[in-house]
């Protein structure tokens, strides 16, 4: 199952993305679908994640500012960034989970977009 995400690129203070990850390949379904982010010299964190069934978990950091959702027709999920700070500034991952058309299971990952918040 390989990942696609898009919608990266440079913002000012205060202003907004909006981040796709379409999921493609053998999928029969998909029970988590997230997004991680890593800046220059850190770690990479989670952000936010979407569990089948609607439970979602954000990082106290984007709470308030970000929304995630999940289109399961598309098998694609969405990361709404609003309020962009300087510190979002990072690599943002996509990341899912399920079991495919085979019904072994899987996880993958995203290429990575870049956001940069700057002005």
């Known amino acids: 199952v390989q990942l696609q995400a898009s919608g990266g690129g440079l913002v000012q203070p205060g202003g907004s993305l909006r981040l796709s990850c379409a999921a493609s390949?053998?999928?029969?379904?998909?029970?988590?679908m997230g997004w991680y982010r890593q800046a220059p010299g850190k770690q990479r964190e989670l952000v936010a994640v979407?569990?089948?069934?609607?439970?979602?978990n954000y990082a106290d950091s984007v709470k308030g500012r970000f929304t995630i959702s999940r289109d399961d027709a598309k098998n694609t999920v969405y990361l709404q960034m609003n309020s962009l700070k300087p510190e979002d500034t990072a690599v943002y991952y996509c990341?899912?989970?399920?079991?495919?058309?085979w019904g072994k299971g899987f996880g993958s990952w995203g290429q990575g977009t870049q956001v940069t918040v700057s002005s």
């Open positions: 990341t899912a989970a399920g079991t495919t058309a």
């Open positions: 390949g053998s999928v029969f379904s998909i029970r988590d």
């Open positions: 979407i569990i089948s069934g609607g439970r979602i």
